[in-house]
């Protein structure tokens, strides 16, 4: 079984509706739904916004529906000028950007006593979402890069250059590393896909209610197409 979390409706709506009766299962105020899309089993699920509610849907999934990989698809905001509105990232890594206890002498994003902090995402995954990529035929470009995440929507100059700086992240989101952290904790594969769209900078207020349906849709196309390769 394949889990897919997206943070909000828009992020998963139409896959929800791809799906031929699906069992929905209500838990800790999520609905599951569970059944087949292109021939696989999947469940799909909102989460919701940031990375306490998307670290509790992951463990459900864990727990639960006993998954054999999640894949979280969405929207990001883009901390890399290559990287343009609506163009795709695939996580290499992802790192929870606001985890800071460099009080204590430790490196900004290093959660203390854990052996983990920069969470590697399925390289089977990233090479079967590549390969999906381009059957999808997609019209902007996909790249492989650093996810970051944080309780925060970041919108400033500054902002964006320390996470750039202090981290290396490619884009921004809040719930990946979340995921991505509690799945790596159960030993389940993950993936982090996200469609770009805002540059989360100073225009990002702007550019997020404009280009979030293009790009969420974006990201779905390729989770189709990932679906039927997986
Ligand atoms: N999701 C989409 N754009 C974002 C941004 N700028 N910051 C955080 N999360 C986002």
Avoid: W
């Avoid at 929905?24 to 909102?46: H, L, P, S, T």
């Avoid at 969470?119 to 089977?124: M, V, W």
């Avoid at 769209?197 to 293009?214: I, L, Q, R």
């Amino acid at each position: 079984m394949l889990g897919i979390i997206g943070a909000m409706d828009i992020e998963v709506d139409s896959l929800k509706n791809e799906m031929e009766n699906p069992a929905i299962n209500k838990i800790a105020g999520m609905d599951f739904y569970e059944g087949v899309i292109g021939g696989k089993d999947v469940v799909v699920v909102k989460c919701g916004i940031g990375k306490v509610n998307a670290a509790m849907c992951t463990q459900i999934l864990a727990d639960r529906y006993n998954v054999d990989a999640v894949i979280n698809t969405g929207v990001a905001g883009s901390l890399n000028n290559d990287i343009d509105i609506c163009d795709i990232v695939i996580s290499t890594v992802a790192q929870e950007h606001d985890m800071d206890v460099t009080a204590l002498g430790y490196e900004k994003g290093i959660i203390p006593d854990m052996d983990v902090s920069i969470f590697e995402a399925d390289r089977k995954l990233v090479e079967l979402t590549k390969k999906s990529a381009k059957e999808a035929g997609l019209d902007v470009k996909v790249f492989e890069g650093k996810v970051v995440s944080g309780d925060q929507f970041i919108s400033t100059h500054e902002k964006k250059k320390s996470l750039k700086n202090s981290f290396g992240g490619d884009c921004a989101e809040m719930e990946g590393a979340a995921i991505a952290h509690v799945a790596s904790l159960n030993n389940i594969p993950f993936l982090v896909i996200r469609a770009i769209s805002d540059k989360a900078d100073g225009g990002a207020h702007m550019d997020y209610p404009t280009f979030e349906k293009k790009a969420a849709a974006n990201s779905i196309l390729l989770l189709n197409e990932i679906i039927k390769n997986v």
